[in-house]
Structures are given as C-alpha cells and as structure tokens.
C-alpha cells in the first residue's frame, strides 16, 4: 500500500511534472530544429541552375560562394548535434540526471545557436547581392537569370532562421533550467 501511495504522490509532485513539462519541450523543440536544419541544408545543397545570358553559361551552384558552403555545413552540423543532444537529452532526464548537466546543454544549445544565427546571416548578406547587385561595386544581380536557384536558397535561408529562433526557445529554456542548480 505504501508503494502505490509513494506513485502517486510522486505523480502530483509539482516539481516532476514541472520535470516532465521540460523533457517533453525539449523533445519537441529538438525535434523541431532537426527538421529546420536538415530542410535549410538540403535545399541549399540541391539548389543549381544553369542558363545561358547573351551567350555566356551562367551557373548557379552553392559550392560556388564560400558563404553558401558555411551555411551548409553550418546547418549541417546543427542538425546532426541537434539529433544527438536530442537522444542524449532524453536519456539523460529520462534517468534522473544530475542538474548540472542543464548548464552542459544550456551550452550547447548557445553554441549552435550562434552557428546558425551567423549562417544565416552570411547567406542573407551574399543572397541580398545576388538579388539585388550592388552598382558601387559593380556587382549584377543574378537572381533575373538564374531564378530557380534564388527561390531555393531564399526558402533555405529561411528554414535556417526558423531553426536559429527554435535554438533561441531552446536556449531559453535551457539557461532557465539551469538556474535551478543550487551550488
């Protein structure tokens, strides 16, 4: 009989279901930012054309500007940390763990997030010239010839910052649980 009563009180526990609310945020935000991140990466990873503009070849690929490859592998790599910090996340809370870890994960969440925010906007910054030139420099806009390609990176671009605002909730979050360590 004490064993059932211990459940339940352990159940209607505020601070376990207050536990649970935050596992549950984390998995769900996590699993969020895994998808941001690997749709922002495979749409700049497959984004090409080519066109022909007064008889030249014009092609448009993202290997081709090295903010481009930043944001790839910068998403890239969010993505696969985004998918272990989830699994570690789970594991971790779904066993008790020590609260010290939320400073860990509060950590890593910053990190990537600073990733992603600079990815974006290193991508913004080139895809805004590419859209728009810049006539001091004496620059073209190319987005009028190759526009399929600027679609894609502009949809990219934009996944990419859905994802760095889902690291900002889980940074949040993070830095708010981990101020729940008591030294």
């Known amino acids: 009989m004490e064993i059932i009563y211990e459940t339940k009180a352990r159940l209607q526990d505020p601070i376990h279901g207050r536990q649970k609310c935050f ?20 749409l700049m990873a ?16 993202y290997s081709d500007s090295p903010d481009f490859k ?9 993505c696969v940390s985004s998918l272990v910090s989830l699994l570690t996340v789970y594991v971790l809370y779904r066993k ?17 997030m600073a990733l992603v925010m600079a990815a974006s906007v290193a991508a913004s910054a080139i895809g805004y010239v590419g859209a728009y030139g810049n006539t ?25 910052y859905l994802a760095f605002f889902i690291y900002l ?12 360590i008591q030294v």
């Not at 549950?24 to 990466?41: D, E, I, K, N």
């Open 136 to 160: 001091h420099t004496g620059w073209m806009s190319i987005c009028d010839q190759v526009d399929k390609f600027c679609h894609r990176a502009s949809d990219s671009i934009i996944f990419s």
């Open 70 to 78: 930043f944001f790839v592998y910068a998403n890239g790599i969010a």
């Open 46 to 61: 497959t984004s090409k054309q080519s066109t022909e503009f007064f008889g030249i070849q014009i092609r448009a690929v």
């Open 23 to 42: 596992i549950s945020g984390q998995v769900l935000f996590r699993s969020l930012a895994v998808a941001a991140a690997m749709v922002a990466t495979w």
């Open 96 to 112: 008790g763990s020590n609260p010290s870890n939320y400073f860990y994960v509060f950590l890593h969440d910053l990190i990537i």
């Open 169 to 180: 909730i889980l940074t949040v979050l993070s830095a708010n649980e981990s101020r729940q």
